[in-house]
């Protein structure tokens, strides 16, 4: 049987190299240099294997048996395996802020303060000033006071944290009013009604799914009340017969009757949107002048820092909240607070936020720098796609996402695809979104209405000619 193996030009199972004659041959000292003898002995011991199995079931090419190839295959898998996860992508989707893309991008000032902060020792809690131990939150209280006007701040890990910690330091076993139209559920199944049972606060509902009173409110306000809370409605609007109460209202009704008034304020943002030709969002500091005790609001959102939750308001409800024992659980780290900080000092000067912010300036891109990047682009997608896919420069929408004005959009400008043969276009436009998927820079875009649509707002001009590299060479 060997021998007719052997004249097959094919290997049995006991030509298979040794474990200990591959690691002393010659071809495997780069992997070993690369990956260390622990991984690569790992890696050979699965490629041993598989050679053993197929010899059994009928033979292997002797080629694949020489240390060259051993040490090719070997390679490669450590090397595919050593890839890190988490990637780098182009997010052409159109969504701004995309939640499963990493929502905001970081302004090179952040980069900066994260980098210094992992490199070198730093005063997380340590008060410079008097040599003792500090607070944390020190470090970015007294700017987010400034920006906010609020009277004290504080932060945790994102803003369900912040919303949990909220209930928990001050409606345990309580009552919190809600209106019914603003239970909302956002991404990975965060709800309003859950939120609050785990936080040991029992939801009191007033209204209806579209209109709300004043008089609902106070109606509702007993003994066990603990606040009136009012929820941004995130990722959804309701429109036509509606009515809400204001924030302003809200808080006179439980100021009247000596309750705080909370707002979840959602993404957030410290500045008028109006001023850079977006739409309308109320500020943290309108919310907080119209009367509202404590608001809650996103790091990585509209304020285009980090993933963070922050809660700004009166002092002395700021320091029962700093106490309760989930505020450690919920803390932030150093990195966090590294970004935040000069996220937050880009605002103390308005006039360049549009340049120097990374969301606002996304966001802020006219359709007319969009067009052109389109056009230069078009001819070069479609030599990579291939002749079966019709490629064209288009105007189109983007949206700003994560909840942010979720009914609004921005003109932009971007690239759709077309499958160009006869049948139906669905798994063609799949096969070639896979394809972009899986280039060394992922590209992501979006299929609808049987096109691919690639959405530039998000591809900047310094990045344009990385990109175009990838579509040098057919996809296919």
């Known amino acids: 049987m060997a021998d007719q193996l052997s004249g097959a030009g094919l290997a049995a199972a006991s030509d298979i190299p040794s474990l200990d004659r591959l690691l002393n041959a010659e071809a495997l000292r780069p992997a070993l240099a690369t990956h ?5 002995v790992a890696a050979l011991r699965r490629d041993l294997e598989a050679l053993r199995k197929r010899a059994l079931d009928g033979g292997v090419p002797r080629h694949e048996l020489d240390a060259a190839a051993v040490a090719a295959r070997t390679s490669a898998a450590l090397d595919q395996a050593a890839q890190p996860r988490l990637r780098a992508v182009y997010n052409l989707t159109g969504t701004v802020l995309h939640t ?45 006071c400034e920006l906010t006007g609020a009277e004290a701040a ?42 609050m049972k785990r936080a040991g606060a029992k939801l009191v509902e007033v209204g209806t799914t579209n209109r709300t009173h004043a008089a609902d409110y106070e109606n509702a306000i007993g003994p066990r009340t603990a606040m009136l809370m009012k ?3 995130s990722n959804y609007a309701v429109t036509g017969f509606t009515k809400s109460v204001g924030v302003a209202d809200v808080a006179a009704l439980a100021h009247a009757r000596g309750l705080p008034a909370t707002v979840d304020l959602g993404s957030g943002t410290l500045v008028d949107l109006t001023q850079f030709g977006l739409p309308k969002e109320d500020t943290v500091r309108e919310t907080i002048a119209a009367g509202a005790d404590l608001v809650t609001f996103s790091g990585d959102k509209l304020l285009g820092g980090p ?10 409800l700021i320091r029962k909240i700093k106490k309760n024992p989930l505020k450690r659980a919920l803390r932030v780290g150093k990195l966090t607070l590294a970004a935040l900080e000069p996220v937050l000092q880009l605002y103390r000067a308005p006039e360049f936020l ?49 909840g942010a004005l979720p009914i609004d959009q921005l003109p932009s400008y971007g690239l759709a695809v077309r499958y160009a043969g006869s049948g139906r276009p669905g798994r063609h436009l799949d096969r070639l979104e896979t394809l972009l998927r899986r280039l060394p820079v992922p590209v992501i875009g979006r ?30």
Do not use: K
């Open 36 to 40: 260390g003898r622990t991984q690569v």
């Open 100 to 144: 499963n893309l990493g929502r905001a991008l970081l302004p090179d000032e952040a980069v900066a303060s994260v980098l210094r902060a992992l490199t070198t020792p730093a005063n997380l809690e340590f008060d410079l000033d008097t040599g003792g131990r500090g607070d944390r939150d020190d470090l970015i209280d007294d700017l987010l």
């Open 154 to 195: 504080t932060v945790v890990n994102n803003n369900a944290a912040a919303v949990l910690l909220m209930l928990n330091a001050l409606a345990d076993r309580r009552e919190v009013v809600v209106s019914r139209g603003e239970l909302v559920e956002i991404g990975g199944a965060f709800r309003i009604p859950d939120i």
């Open 231 to 233: 929820v941004h409605c």
């Open 307 to 316: 993933q963070a939750g922050l809660l700004v308001g009166r002092a002395d």
């Open 354 to 402: 549009a340049q120097r912010l990374t969301t606002l300036r996304l966001l802020t891109r006219p359709m007319r720098d969009i067009q052109p990047q389109a056009e230069r682009l078009r001819g070069m997608l479609a030599h990579a796609a291939g002749r079966s896919y019709a490629v064209e420069a288009v105007p189109m929408f983007s949206q700003i996402g994560s």
């Open 447 to 476: 299929i609808a209405d049987d096109a691919l649509w690639l959405d530039l707002r998000c591809l900047e001009d310094r990045d344009e000619a990385a990109f175009a590299a990838q579509l040098a060479e057919p996809l296919a």
